[in-house]
C-alpha cells in the first residue's frame, strides 16, 4: 500500500469486523462477575418487602436461624446505621433507602440481608423469614390517592421561545392530544449479581456495572472507604441498559456482610427482585400541542410531560429537551412534572428520555400530517432544520432527511396509499408508518494507558465496559487502524478498576469517549516513534519532519515511499514504548478529569454545548399487520436509517441499530410492567409474563447506515449508536397500526383490547 | 425453595404407594413428571412438598401414540414434543397436534409430559408469588387478591367470588373439545373419566383435580369421529410464540355440504378449567356454517362470562377467536 499523508483520522474506520471477544462469549470463556471464582463464598439471599410502604415492625427469625446451612442475617436491628444511603441515578442524596432503618419506601425493597453455605440454603432460609409489617396505604402511579405532583426544576431553563399558547390559538391547523408509555424494565439476562471480598482493608467488588469508577467511587463513600482501597471488576455485562449505571442499593450491604462473615459473600439476586432493587423506566404521560400553516410549517410547539418518581427522589427525564429540537418552529413552550409515589427510584433505560417522549411527539407529528392531508416524510421535510430551534445553533451535522429518503426508498414508501384501513392482505389489515429516531450526541473525559513492542503487538488498558455493545472491538479497531496494525494484533484490557478510567458506559458516549481517547494515545505513540526516528543516524528519516511520518502497515512510513520496519523504529524509543493518554473533550472545563478520577457523570452533551447541537439522526418505517377478526398486531417488516457520523465498525453498529429497533417494536407492543394498583406492588415480575419479542415477533429489519462526516462532534467524527435505534420506533408503530385501521393508539403497548 | 424427600417410582403400584391429598396445593407429596410446573413453583416457595416422587420411569410403558380404528390413545408420560410432531395425530387429530405445537417453547414440549401438562397450574401472579396473602389457591380463606388486582390474564369463564384464576394450558382444551377421557390408575386400580370432569371448579379453589389419592394419569383416549380430522385450534396470544394465550378455541365440524352435522368447541385462554361449550355446539346443528351462525354460536359459547376490569376485552375476543376458528375449520379441506 502506498504512504497515506492524510490526517483525517475518520478514514481510519468504517471496516466490518468481528467482534474479538465473540468466541470467548460464544464458547462460555467471557467471565462474567459472577463467575469470578473466589474462594469459600459465603452465599446470600435477598429478603424483599411485600409491602410498598410503612415500616417493619419486627422480624421472626427463629425458623430463619433453624434451616441448614444459615450463617447470618442483616436487618436494620442489627446493621441499621452502618452505610451510608446510596444515592438516586441523578445523583442526588433523596432517594429511598434499603435496610439503614425500618421504613419501606417502595415493594420489593431490600430488608434484609439472609447468608448461608449455599446458594440454595440461602433461598431456603430467606424464605423462612417473617416479616411483621406497620403498612400504610401506598400510592401507586398517577392517578392513585396521595401522590405528590411536583414542577420539575431543570438544571437549565425549560426550553421556551416566543408565543407558544398565542400561536397555537392563532394557527389554522392544530393537534393537541395526550400520550402515555407504560413502565418498563431493563431485564438484562444477566441478574444483578454481587460479590465481596475484602482483603484486608482492600475492598474487590465483582459487579456487573456500566461504570467501573462510579461503583468505585459511591461504595468508597457509602462504606467510609479511602477510594484507592476499593477495586471494582466487571470484564464482561450480561446485559444493562442502563440498569446497571449507578450503584444500586445492594452493593454496600454485601460488602458488610463480608466484613462481618470475614469472608467472600456472593449474592444472585432473582428475576423479580431485579424488577424492585434496581431501577427501571417510569410511566409517563404527556400533552402535546402542535400548530401548523397549511402548508405545515409549524408556528407552535408545546409539550408537557408528567413522570412518576420514587417519594424521596425527584429523577426525571425530561425529554423535552429533545423534543423541542427536532423541528423547526418560532414558538416553543414545555413543562415537566414529577409525581411522587410510593415506588422504587426510576433510572436510566435505553434512552431514558427519548423513547418515551418522541413517542409523544412522533405520534403527533403523523396526527398532525393526516390533519394537513400532507404525507408524514413531506411534513418533516418541510420542518427540517439545520439550526437548533430552542438554541439558535447550528447543529454539528444532521442528515435526517437523507435518512428518511433512503429508508423510504428502501421501503416502497411511494406505493402507500395514505388512506386508513385502505391496505389489505387476506384477513389481515395492512398498514404502513414512519418516525424520527434521535440521540444527542455525548462524549465524556476519559483515560487510556497504550503500549507498543518492536514486535508490533499493541496492549491498551482502560476501565471500559462491554455490556454487550462491542466495547472491546471498537477500541482494537481503533488502535490498530490508527498505529498501522492489524487488529489480532491489538489486546485490550477493560472491565477493572485498577485501569484508567472512562465514563459511564451511558448516554451513547462510549465509542465516541474511548476511541477518541484511544486516538489520542495512539498520536502519542507516534509522535515518540517518529520523534526518535528524524533524530537517529540510522533511519530513513534522519532529519525529516516528524509530522510526515505515519504508522502504516505495520512500518513507519513517509513521505517518498520511504519506511522502516516496527522492530527498528519502536525499538528505537528506549525501554518500554508505553503512553497514559488522557481526552477532555472540547469544551468541559479541566477540572472534568477530576470528576472522572471521582468516578461522577461528567460529560459534554450534545444538548448542552456552546459551540453546535450535536444529534445523530434516523427514520424508521414500519409494516404492521392487525387481524380484522381477533386484532392482533404484527410487525411485517422494518426498515431504518440512521446517520451517526463516523461508523467505527459496521459489524457492531449494525447490531447496535438493529437491536435498538427490536427493542423499539417491543416497548410499542410488548413490554409493560403492571402495577397493582391498591397495593402498589409489581405484578408480572418475571420474563415470562413481562413479555419481550420472541424470534417469531422479529420480522426480516433492514437497517441502512447513511454516510455522515462531522468536523464538530469530536476530533473522530464519532456519534454514539447505543440508544438511538430505540428512540420514535414506538411511535412509527403506531402511526402504522392507525394507518392500518384507522384507530390511532396513544397510550402504550399497543394490545388487542384496543383494537377490538 | 424447602429441602424435600425424593423417591423414583418404576411402577404405577409403587406411584400408588404415595397416597396423597395431590389434588390440593398444599399437598405434602408430589409427582414429579417433566418437572416444568412444579420445579418453578417449588423455587417460587409457593408448593412446599415433603415428598416429591418421580415418576419419569413410568415413561417406559406410558408414552405410547396409537392412532386405531376406535381413536387415539396417548400415554400420560409421552413428551408434548412426540404428539405434536406424530404424522398421524397432525393428520387425523390436527387440534391436538397444534394445540400441542402452539405450546410453550421446544425445550418444554421436549421435557413436559401430556399428563402434567394437562395438569399445569394457573399463572395467576398472585397465586405464584407467596408475599401476596390473599389467594384462596394457596390458603384457603385469604380472599383473592385478583379480584381487584390485575387481572388482564384471568379467566371470564366458570369464576367465582372465591378465585378467577384462568386454566393456562392449550392441551386439555382440544380434548375437551373431542370428548377424550382420561386413563387412571391408582391404588383402587384403573377407572376412566372424562376430561371434563379432570378439573374442579373455582368455588373450592384449593383442590386442583380430582385424581384419588395416588393416582397418576397413564393415557388419554380420543374416540375417533367424523369431525375429529376437520379440527383446529386456534390461540391468540400477545406474542407469536412462547405465550399462553389470551384466548383459544378447539373447534371440530363435521359438515353435510356446508350444513353442520356435529360440532364441538373447546375454550381456552379465559376459563378456569378447560371449557366445553356445549350450547353453542348445539345452536349450530342442522345449520349451514356461516358467518351468522358462527356469530350466534359465539355468542352463546359467551354467555355466562363475568369480566373483573382489565379482561373485560376477553368476552368479545373470546367470541370473534370461536368465529373465526369456525369459519377456518370449516374452510379445511380434508
Redesign the interface.
Known amino acids: 500500500m502506498a504512504y497515506d499523508a492524510s490526517d483525517d483520522p475518520r478514514q481510519l474506520f468504517g471496516r466490518p469486523t468481528p467482534r474479538i471477544d465473540g468466541v470467548a462469549k460464544v464458547t462460555g470463556a467471557a467471565r462474567y462477575a459472577s463467575d469470578e471464582p473466589v474462594a469459600n463464598p459465603a452465599y446470600a439471599y435477598l429478603v ?1 418487602s ?1 409491602v410498598a410502604r410503612g415500616r417493619v415492625a419486627g422480624f421472626d427469625l427463629d425458623q430463619a436461624r433453624a434451616a ?1 446451612g444459615f450463617i447470618d442475617v442483616l436487618t436494620h436491628e442489627n446493621v441499621g446505621g452502618q452505610v451510608k444511603t446510596n444515592p438516586d441515578p441523578a445523583g442526588k442524596p433523596d432517594n429511598t433507602t434499603t435496610l439503614e432503618s425500618d421504613k419501606i419506601w417502595h415493594d420489593g425493597q431490600i430488608i434484609a440481608v439472609v447468608l448461608a453455605e449455599s446458594f ?1 440454603a440461602a ?2 432460609a430467606a ?1 423462612r423469614v417473617g416479616v411483621r409489617y406497620a403498612a400504610e396505604a401506598p400510592s401507586a402511579s398517577f392517578d392513585s390517592p396521595g401522590v405528590q405532583v411536583e414542577a420539575h426544576k431543570p438544571q437549565t431553563p425549560d426550553a421556551k421561545k416566543g408565543d407558544a399558547a398565542g400561536a397555537f390559538e392563532g394557527a389554522p391547523v392544530k393537534v393537541e392530544a395526550r400520550y402515555s408509555t407504560p413502565t418498563q424494565h431493563h431485564n438484562p439476562i444477566e441478574l444483578f449479581t454481587t460479590t465481596c471480598v475484602w482483603d484486608g482493608p482492600k475492598l474487590t467488588i465483582y459487579e456487573p456495572t456500566q461504570s467501573m469508577w462510579g461503583l468505585k467511587g459511591g461504595l468508597a463513600k457509602q462504606l467510609s472507604l479511602d477510594p484507592k482501597d476499593v477495586r471494582t471488576v466487571s470484564r464482561f455485562v450480561g446485559g444493562a441498559f442502563g440498569s446497571k449505571g449507578s450503584p444500586t442499593g445492594r452493593t454496600a450491604w454485601i460488602a458488610l456482610a463480608a466484613k462481618r462473615l470475614n469472608r467472600p459473600v456472593k449474592l444472585i439476586a432473582s428475576r ?1 427482585q431485579g424488577f424492585t432493587i434496581a431501577t427501571y423506566r417510569a410511566e409517563t404521560r404527556q400533552q402535546v400541542k402542535l400548530g401548523a400553516t397549511r402548508d405545515g410549517k409549524l408556528v407552535s410547539f408545546f409539550h408537557e410531560g408528567w413522570e412518576v418518581t420514587s417519594r424521596p427522589s425527584g429523577y426525571n427525564v425530561a425529554g423535552v429537551e429533545t423534543t423541542a429540537r427536532m423541528y423547526a418552529c418560532p414558538n416553543i413552550a414545555t413543562a415537566v412534572n414529577v409525581v411522587h409515589a410510593d415506588r422504587n427510584t426510576p433510572g436510566f433505560m435505553r434512552a431514558p428520555p427519548e423513547t418515551p417522549y418522541m413517542f409523544g411527539l412522533e405520534s403527533a407529528m403523523d396526527e398532525l400530517a393526516y390533519a394537513l392531508n400532507m404525507d408524514p416524510v413531506e411534513l418533516r421535510r418541510v420542518n427540517d432544520t439545520q439550526t437548533d430551534p430552542v438554541d439558535g445553533r447550528p447543529f454539528s451535522s444532521r442528515s435526517l432527511m437523507p435518512c428518511f429518503d433512503q429508508a423510504a426508498a428502501r421501503f416502497g414508501w411511494s406505493r402507500r396509499d395514505p388512506k386508513p384501513g385502505a391496505m389489505r392482505d387476506g384477513d389481515w389489515q395492512v398498514g404502513w408508518g414512519c418516525a424520527t429516531a434521535c440521540y444527542p450526541s455525548n462524549i465524556g473525559p476519559a483515560a487510556a494507558r497504550l503500549s507498543l513492542t518492536p514486535s508490533g503487538k499493541a496492549a491498551i488498558q482502560l476501565a471500559g465496559h462491554e455490556i454487550g455493545t462491542g466495547a472491546y472491538t471498537t477500541v482494537a479497531v481503533t488502535v490498530a487502524h490508527a498505529l498501522g496494525l492489524k487488529v489480532e494484533d491489538v489486546t485490550v484490557t477493560m472491565g477493572d478498576s485498577d485501569l484508567p478510567p472512562v465514563p459511564v458506559a451511558g448516554g451513547s458516549n462510549n465509542a465516541a469517549s474511548t476511541t477518541n481517547v484511544a486516538y489520542k494515545a495512539c498520536q502519542m505513540v507516534r509522535d515518540r516513534v517518529a520523534g526518535a526516528a528524524v533524530k537517529a543516524q540510522d533511519s530513513p528519516f534522519h532529519g525529516a519532519d516528524p509530522a510526515a511520518l505515519r504508522l502504516q502497515d505495520g512500518l513507519l512510513r513517509g513521505p517518498g515511499n520511504l519506511s522502516e520496519p516496527l522492530d527498528k523504529a519502536v525499538a528505537r524509543t528506549g525501554g518500554r514504548l508505553e503512553v497514559y493518554a488522557e481526552n477532555i473533550p472540547a469544551g468541559l472545563p479541566p477540572s472534568a478529569a477530576q470528576g472522572l478520577y471521582e468516578g461522577k457523570m461528567v460529560m459534554s452533551r450534545g444538548t448542552g454545548r456552546k459551540d453546535v447541537t450535536a444529534f445523530a439522526f434516523g427514520a424508521h418505517f414500519v409494516e404492521m399487520r392487525v ?1 380484522v ?4 398486531a ?1 410487525v411485517g417488516r422494518v426498515v431504518s436509517a440512521f446517520a451517526a457520523g463516523t461508523i467505527v465498525n459496521p459489524t457492531t453498529a449494525h447490531s447496535q441499530f438493529m437491536s435498538g429497533a427490536i427493542w423499539g417494536l417491543s416497548a410499542a ?2 413490554e409493560a410492567t ?6 402498589a ?1 409489581y ?3 418475571n420474563l ?2 413481562y ?1 419481550l ?5 422479529v420480522p426480516p429489519i433492514e437497517i441502512i447506515m447513511v454516510p455522515e462526516k462531522d468536523d464538530r462532534v469530536n476530533p473522530l467524527g464519532v456519534k454514539g449508536i447505543g440508544e438511538i435505534g430505540i428512540t420514535g420506533m414506538n411511535a412509527a408503530v403506531a402511526n402504522a397500526v392507525f394507518h392500518a385501521t384507522g384507530k390511532r393508539i396513544r397510550d402504550l403497548p399497543i ?3 384496543h383494537l ?1 | 425453595m424447602r429441602p424435600f424427600a425424593y423417591d423414583r417410582a418404576e411402577t404405577t403400584a409403587l406411584a400408588a404407594r404415595h397416597p396423597t391429598a395431590q389434588g390440593q396445593t398444599d399437598a405434602k407429596v408430589q409427582f414429579l413428571a417433566g418437572g416444568t410446573t412444579l420445579l418453578d413453583l417449588m423455587k417460587l416457595d409457593v408448593l412446599r412438598p415433603e415428598r416429591v416422587v418421580d415418576i419419569t420411569p413410568l415413561k417406559a410403558r406410558h408414552s405410547g401414540i396409537e392412532v386405531g380404528p376406535d381413536g387415539l390413545r396417548l400415554g400420560g408420560l409421552a413428551a408434548m414434543a412426540a404428539v405434536a410432531d406424530h404424522p398421524a395425530v397432525k393428520r387425523d387429530y390436527p387440534a391436538i397436534a397444534e394445540a400441542l405445537q402452539l405450546a410453550a417453547s421446544p425445550q418444554l414440549r421436549n421435557m413436559a409430559t401430556l399428563g402434567g401438562n394437562v395438569l399445569q397450574r394457573t399463572r395467576c401472579p398472585y397465586y405464584r408469588d407467596p408475599s401476596w396473602a390473599a389467594c384462596n389457591k394457596r390458603t384457603p380463606g385469604s380472599g383473592c387478591a385478583a379480584i381487584g388486582g390485575f387481572n388482564r390474564q384471568h379467566a371470564v369463564l366458570g369464576v367465582s367470588e372465591r378465585c378467577i384464576a384462568q386454566y393456562p394450558g392449550d392441551f386439555a382444551v382440544a380434548l375437551a373439545a373431542l370428548d377424550a377421557e382420561v386413563e387412571l390408575v391408582g391404588p383402587g386400580g384403573a377407572r376412566r373419566i372424562s376430561i371434563l370432569d379432570l378439573h374442579t371448579g373455582s368455588d373450592r379453589p384449593h383442590i386442583e383435580h380430582s385424581l384419588r389419592p395416588g393416582e397418576v394419569i397413564v393415557g388419554f383416549r380420543v374416540p375417533a369421529a367424523p369431525w375429529a380430522r376437520r379440527s383446529t385450534y386456534l390461540k391468540i396470544r400477545d406474542r407469536q410464540s412462547y405465550e399462553f394465550a389470551i384466548a383459544s378455541a378447539a373447534v371440530a365440524l363435521d359438515l353435510d355440504g356446508g350444513v353442520v352435522r356435529h360440532a364441538r368447541i373447546g375454550l381456552g385462554g379465559m376459563a378456569y378449567k378447560p371449557w366445553r361449550a356445549k350450547a353453542a355446539e348445539a345452536a349450530l346443528v342442522g345449520k349451514p356454517l356461516t358467518e351468522d351462525t358462527a356469530t350466534a354460536a359465539a355468542r352463546l359459547a359467551l354467555e355466562g362470562a363475568v369480566g373483573h376490569g382489565h379482561n373485560d376485552y376477553k368476552v368479545e375476543l373470546g367470541r370473534r377467536t370461536v368465529v373465526r376458528a369456525l369459519l377456518a375449520a370449516s374452510a379445511t379441506e380434508v
Open positions: 424483599t411485600a441448614p440454595e433461598r431456603d424464605h423479580d387481524h377478526r381477533t386484532r392482533e404484527r407492543l410488548h403492571e402495577i397493582d394498583a391498591d397495593a406492588r405484578v408480572n415480575d415470562a409474563d413479555l419479542p420472541v424470534n417469531a415477533d394490545r388487542v383490547e377490538l
